[in-house]
């Protein structure tokens, strides 16, 4: 027998979806200022009552796993709209690290909340995929002789993305402003092989052409 949402039901369920999404969004507020921000501080900062905060996240592990996916499914997404036909590998790179950079500070704050609750299993599950695309790109230019090879690609991919966590730290402390990402992905270029000038051109060239687009 088929059955329909009482408009009572269908109401609960949009305020449990709007109180999830205003949980999740203080919580990465939140810790972002305070690492160790308790779940009541959370809910106090959201507006919202315990127990309804415990009623989606029954404890905080499950409140920092919900949010280390949800960096894991940014940069996902981040990668995927990077992806142009027929780019090289240095231009699918440089997009790569310009898509991610608005959210690395999200990123680097719930990957180390991930690491220290989680443990590098679950962070190493969540981010496969993403790290499965940048070693491809990475192995297609090191074949190509665009990028160092003195390193196996995956363990290339670590060294930069430790580099990307680093600087983008930096520009959350406000001590180092890259509001664009220019200077990120140059320096993310260089380190992973390609001349310096060359990599400051691609970078430029790739934010010329896609504001250019976005002009049009």
Not at 152 to 171: I, S
């Amino acid at each position: 027998m088929q059955t329909t949402d009482t408009p009572g039901r269908t109401s609960r369920r949009k305020d449990a979806h709007s109180n999830r999404r205003r949980i999740l969004a203080t919580a990465r507020q939140k810790l972002r200022e305070d690492p160790d921000a308790s779940l009541d501080s959370i809910s106090q900062a959201a507006g919202v009552a315990r127990r309804t905060l415990y009623g989606h996240f029954p404890s905080r592990h499950a409140l920092i796993a919900d949010l280390t996916r949800e960096a894991g499914r940014e940069l996902r997404q981040a990668f995927a709209r990077a992806r142009t036909a027929d780019a090289d590998p240095v231009e699918a790179m440089t997009r790569m690290v310009l898509a991610a950079w608005p959210v690395g500070g999200h990123y680097r704050v719930l990957i180390a909340l991930g690491r220290r609750h989680l443990g590098e299993d679950a962070i190493r599950t969540t981010l496969a995929p993403a790290r499965a695309e940048a070693v491809a790109t990475l192995r297609r230019g090191q074949r190509e002789g665009v990028f160092a090879d003195h390193l196996p690609a995956p363990v290339l991919a670590q060294a930069l993305e430790a580099l990307m966590l680093a600087l983008a730290e930096e520009n959350a402390a406000c001590s180092w402003a890259d509001p664009t990402g220019e200077a990120a992905a140059t320096a993310f270029l260089v380190a992973a092989g390609v001349a310096p000038q060359r990599a400051a051109l691609q970078v430029q060239e790739v934010i010329g052409r896609d504001r250019a687009a976005d002009a049009g």
